[in-house]
Nanobody, 126 residues
Framework: QVQLVESGGGLVQAGGSLRLSCAAS????????MGWFRQAPGKEREFVAA????????YYADSVKGRFTISRDNAKNTVYLQMNSLKPEDTAVYHC???????????????????WGQGTQVTVSS
């Protein structure tokens, strides 16, 4: 059983920064691509960013490209999301997820992810 635990959310003013972390249990973390998704109240879940199993390939939604950076530390079983120049429209619950299948690339399709964290709230005030 894999557990994913997000942290680092909070309240920040527009233009500010936050770094989210997602700690994973298990010894095979480094073999799986990981992703970040977000869901705002009344809206559908939205892809934010993904990273390949080795960390060499990254993918971003157009809405966050140039402002957010996904990275991973396989020695610490952790994936990060550095968020800069935050906007009120970035307000949402942010979830990390593990993509099913070893040695995969990232994906924007939530159906390809098999384990999900509970999420961390990010609120950006104007």
């Amino acid at each position: 059983q894999v557990q994913l635990v997000e942290s680092g959310g909070g309240l920040v003013q527009a233009g500010g920064s936050l770094r989210l972390s997602c700690a994973a249990s298990g010894r095979t973390f480094s073999s799986y691509a990981m992703g970040w998704f977000r869901q705002a109240p009344g809206k559908e879940r939205e892809f934010v960013a993904a990273i390949s199993w080795g960390g060499s390939r990254t993918y971003y939604a157009d809405s966050v490209k140039g402002r957010f950076t996904i990275s991973r530390d396989n020695a610490k079983n952790t994936v990060y999301l550095q968020m800069n120049s935050l906007k009120p429209e970035d307000t949402a619950v942010y979830h990390c997820a593990r993509r099913g299948g070893v040695y995969g690339l990232g994906s924007s399709d939530p159906k390809e992810y098999d384990y999900w964290g509970q999420g961390t709230q990010v609120t950006v005030s104007s």
